[in-house]
């Protein structure tokens, strides 16, 4: 029997959540706090003090985790924050979850990860960011992706200056959850 529970609890840890499924919340230092909420077709909860959190494809570790960032400055200490998931309905959420995470790196005015909606483009991401800054190698901004079966990394050089000029992308990148955008520094005559 306590194999089983040990077995489930290990389970339950490397679960990664996935919108339709049920959370159970409890915060041990405000038991008001506790309750059980339903992760949105976005894959977004939404929970007191802590507001939107992206829970949608992340492990129960690293929602308790967001919570705590979310709800802890609102106590003396830092809170005890326990999560479990249920899973839920797929078929009504089966496109899966509406927001990615994209990292912003370099001369960009927000650097950093950005969570866009599904499908947003290069572009419409770098605007997200707050644009280049006046230091940046425009001509030389990198998209990095990383292909989650193999772990090869493709990269795409993008010329912003072209852009800006009035250039067509043949193709506008709709970037995926993890993607690396590497906006480096200008040289001395660049």
């Given at each position: ?138 001509k030389r901004i990198q998209l990095r ?10 990269v795409y050089r993008i010329d912003y ?30």
């Open positions: 029997m306590a194999t089983a529970t040990a077995t489930m609890a290990v389970a339950q840890q490397e679960y990664r959540v996935r919108p339709g499924d049920t959370l159970a919340i409890e915060v041990l230092e405000d038991t008001s706090l506790n309750r059980a909420v339903v992760v949105l077709p976005d894959g977004r909860i939404s929970f007191p003090f802590a507001g939107s959190v992206l829970v949608a494809g992340r492990t129960i570790s690293e929602i308790e985790q967001a919570i705590i960032a979310g709800i802890g400055p609102n106590f003396a200490v830092t809170p005890n924050v326990f999560v479990s998931a249920q899973p839920g309905d797929r078929a009504a959420y089966a496109s899966g979850p509406a927001a990615v995470g994209i990292y912003f790196l370099g001369e960009v005015n927000r650097p950093g990860l950005i969570e866009v909606a599904r499908g947003t483009t290069f572009l419409q991401a770098l605007a997200q960011s707050g644009g280049v800054t006046r230091f940046a190698a425009t992706r990383t292909d989650p079966r193999s772990g090869a990394q493709t200056r072209a852009l800006s000029a009035g250039a067509a992308l043949k193709q506008d990148i709709r970037l995926q959850d993890g993607d690396v955008i590497l906006v480096p520094e200008r040289r001395l005559f660049e």
